[in-house]
Nanobody, 124 residues
Framework: QVQLVESGGDLVQAGGSLRLSCVLSGNIFSISVMAWFTQAPGKQRELVAA???????TYADSVKGRFTISRDNSKNTLYLQMNSLKPEDTGVYYC??????????????????WGQGTQVTVSS
């Protein structure tokens, strides 16, 4: 079993920055892929960025060039650096992890573990 705890969500103005953190605990050696998803009110949960155990990253088109996903294995922590924030980035951000190595990163159902979510609100 793996536990995920996010932090770092806040209210910021458009153009601002935030860094989200996700601390992992438990059987983390089983994890192959970690990711950040976002869910806006009335919308489906969507992939923001993912990173494999080997360090390969992938991003949603809407955040390329603005967001950076990274991991610090010594601290068992996943990060999402969010720059040049836009009002449309508003949502609850969830940290996710899965054991499966292959398969599309965008598949919500492929992730085994989820955090409780942290709210990001970007005002115009």
């Amino acid at each position: 079993q793996v536990q995920l705890v996010e932090s770092g969500g806040d209210l910021v103005q458009a153009g601002g920055s935030l860094r989200l953190s996700c601390v992992l605990s438990g059987n983390i050696f089983s994890i192959s892929v970690m990711a950040w998803f976002t869910q806006a009110p009335g919308k489906q949960r969507e992939l923001v960025a993912a990173i494999t155990h080997g360090g390969t990253t992938t991003y949603a088109d809407s955040v390329k060039g603005r967001f950076t996903i990274s991991r610090d294995n010594s601290k068992n922590t996943l990060y999402l650096q969010m720059n040049s924030l836009k009002p449309e980035d508003t949502g609850v951000y969830y940290c996710a992890a899965r054991r499966r190595r292959i398969g599309p990163f965008i598949s919500v159902g492929s992730y085994d573990y989820w955090g409780q979510g942290t709210q990001v609100t970007v005002s115009s």
